[in-house]
């Protein structure tokens, strides 16, 4: 059970980087490193949806949340590359 739910954040994370990887365009940090992003885009967006009391249903409403996350952690990296 616990293998299957780790798979599954995986693959939820790697799903967020790809899209929030296609959102944010420019240069990036290629593929490879768009799904790392995604995966702890994964773990930031869940900590701050935990703390304002927000739950995402279904797994489509995970992807939403891994992507929020991912998408203000590449924002943050970038603004600090810079």
Same mark, same amino acid.
């Given at each position: 059970?616990v293998?299957t739910?780790?798979?599954? %954040?995986?693959?939820i *994370?790697?799903? +967020?980087?790809? =899209?929030? @990887?296609? /959102? ?6 290629? $593929? !490879?490193?768009?799904?790392v992003?995604?995966?702890v885009g994964?773990f930031?967006?869940g900590y701050? %949806?935990?703390?304002? *009391?927000l739950? +995402?249903?279904? =797994?489509i @409403?995970? /992807?939403?949340?891994?992507?929020l996350?991912a $998408? !203000?952690?590449?924002y ?7």
């Amino acid at each position: 059970m616990v293998m299957t739910s780790t798979l599954w %954040f995986l693959l939820i *994370g790697v799903v +967020a980087g790809f =899209l929030a @990887g296609i /959102i944010v365009r420019g240069r990036g940090f290629g $593929l !490879l490193g768009d799904l790392v992003i995604g995966v702890v885009g994964a773990f930031i967006g869940g900590y701050i %949806f935990g703390i304002l *009391g927000l739950t +995402a249903y279904g =797994l489509i @409403g995970e /992807i939403i949340v891994a992507t929020l996350g991912a $998408l !203000l952690l590449l924002y943050v990296i970038r603004h600090i590359r810079r």
